[in-house]
């Protein structure tokens, strides 16, 4: 796969350290946010964005939540009446998902590379705040082919590669001669490797976040008009947003996903 627009791939031990890091995360912080290594703003931005544009699922369906973080998305789903499975690689953040979500029984430590599931069990997966610790995006996006049902649903999300006010920063970290310290995934990209591992009707749901330092205009690009105009102007989505959601669905027989 390639790495996007104006990245490098990551460096020789680059997921090695961000499961550290999220061990630390996990073990240091007691809010959603700091657990699952983000920012108070950006998480809720990206949150606020979900909930926009997350259509419900059926009741009673199966639904994974990999890379659960302190649970904040599997909450969302089991208010849907969903029967939700909070999967994390990190204990001291599964614990703590646990704690704060006394509803939700399921729960596993679990990489999203090497998912322990059985094959064809799920009706949907959700994968957030994942994709920018993996070296590369194949071997999770095969193994959620491979857990969903035919017609299954996969969310997941990514940092944008086409972001222009990102590819600045990241071309600023290379002329510094820094390392890559985060994965960002060109959309176009992302949504071919999912085609190639068993989905189809991929969707992009562009999310615009603000810098820190700018987060009070927030609300600004999170209005009805702006929505909108990202729409109907998928460009400036693309060039325009830090991050983006993929919405696909499982079209392929089970066992046939690309590789």
Not at 15 to 28: I, K, M
Not at 58 to 65: A, F, L, Q
Request: with cysteine; hydrophobic share 40%; proline share 6%.
């Amino acid at each position: 796969m390639k790495q996007g627009t104006g990245t490098s791939a990551p460096p020789s031990g680059f997921e090695a350290r961000w499961r550290e890091r999220f061990q630390r995360f996990g073990a240091a912080h007691d809010d959603d946010a700091g657990i699952a290594g983000w920012s108070t703003s950006g998480l809720g931005a990206r949150y606020r964005n979900f909930c926009l544009v997350w259509p419900g699922g059926r009741k009673g369906s199966v639904w994974i939540d990999a890379g659960c973080g302190a649970g904040t998305y599997a909450r969302r789903l089991e208010q849907d009446q969903l029967t939700v499975v909070g999967l994390d690689y990190s204990l001291p953040t599964l614990r703590k998902a646990r704690e704060r979500s006394p509803s939700i029984h399921a729960w596993s430590v679990g990489d999203v590379t090497r998912l322990p599931l059985r094959s064809v069990s799920a009706d949907g997966l959700l994968c957030f705040g994942v994709m920018q610790a993996l070296g590369s995006a194949e071997a999770a996006t095969r193994e959620m082919a491979r857990v969903l049902k035919p017609g299954g649903e996969v969310w997941v999300d990514a940092l944008n590669a086409a972001c222009i006010p990102d590819g600045l920063r990241l071309a600023w970290r290379r002329l510094r001669k820094l390392p890559p310290h985060l994965r960002y995934d060109d959309p176009a990209d992302l949504a071919a490797t999912l085609r190639r591992s068993g989905f189809d009707d991929v969707r992009v749901h562009w999310v615009p976040i603000m810098p820190g330092k700018l987060r009070g205009l927030q609300s600004a690009v999170e209005c009805a008009p702006v929505r909108s105009l990202l729409r109907a102007l998928p460009f400036l989505g693309r060039w325009l947003s830090h991050a983006f959601v993929l919405q696909a669905r499982r079209t392929d027989k089970p066992g046939d996903s690309g590789g």
